[in-house]
T-cell receptor
């Protein structure tokens, strides 16, 4: 099946620094990528929808200047957590929708990135 | 405003019996409904989906039923196996976004 790779899988940083997480579709082109955040024992919260070559669409309550999303190519989207604080510690997951989604509407998910801000 | 709801946070089922996970949605514009399975610290894995124009889709032990008039769908797993123990997320999709429900933690007891 289609593969989405997310990197890094774990990152620990100091408060005030910025962290970049990459999401790559390895064997298909993704016109749309989604970024989710999961808190412990909670659901996946959609943060933003990223379309190649255009600005990301952020969900209500998600700070655009805090979570910078860049979808530079059909196979790469990045999430940068700027000036990270301990409350930004979470599990961030990306997903990608193939340009030709077929009949299932399926999304393909990355493995997730665990961010810990000290 | 929660557009996708899974009202049962947890479910326990005996091995070999049927597991039924339920999901309700509010937006009639969704065109696909999907079920994902998730283990801790991993990304979700796709299980099965159904188009809004269908009422049933079956794949092996997994069957999804869609009742559009009730804005309700369910995932049936039969027979349930201990390896099915995980959190199951219902998701509803339009082309521009996918919304997940809060998840149901399924425990299959040997």
């Amino acid at each position: 099946g289609a593969v989405v790779s997310q990197h890094p899988s774990r990152v620990i940083c100091k408060s005030g620094t910025s962290v970049k997480i990459e999401c790559r579709s390895l064997d298909f082109q993704a016109t749309t990528m989604f970024w989710y955040r999961q808190f412990p024992k909670q659901s996946l919260m959609l943060m933003a929808t990223s379309n190649e070559g255009s600005k990301a669409t952020y969900e209500q309550g998600v700070e655009k200047d805090k979570f910078l999303i860049n979808h530079a190519s059909l196979t790469l989207s990045t999430l940068t957590v700027t000036s990270a604080h301990p409350e930004d510690s979470s599990f961030y997951i990306c997903s990608a929708r193939p340009a030709k989604a077929g009949d299932t509407g399926e999304l393909f998910f990355g493995e997730g990135s665990r961010l810990t801000v000290l | 405003d929660q557009q996708v709801k899974q009202n049962s946070p947890s479910l326990s089922v005996q091995e070999g019996r049927i597991s039924i996970l339920n999901c309700d949605y509010t937006n009639s514009m969704f065109d696909y409904f999907l079920w994902y399975k998730k283990y801790p610290a991993e990304g979700p894995t796709f299980l099965i989906s159904i188009s809004s124009i269908k009422d049933k889709n079956e794949d092996g032990r997994f069957t999804v039923f869609l009742n559009k008039s009730a804005k309700h769908l369910s995932l049936h797993i039969v027979p349930s196996q201990p390896g099915d123990s995980a959190v199951y997320f219902c998701a509803a999709s339009r082309y521009d976004k996918v919304i997940f429900g809060p998840g149901t933690s399924l425990s299959v007891i040997p």
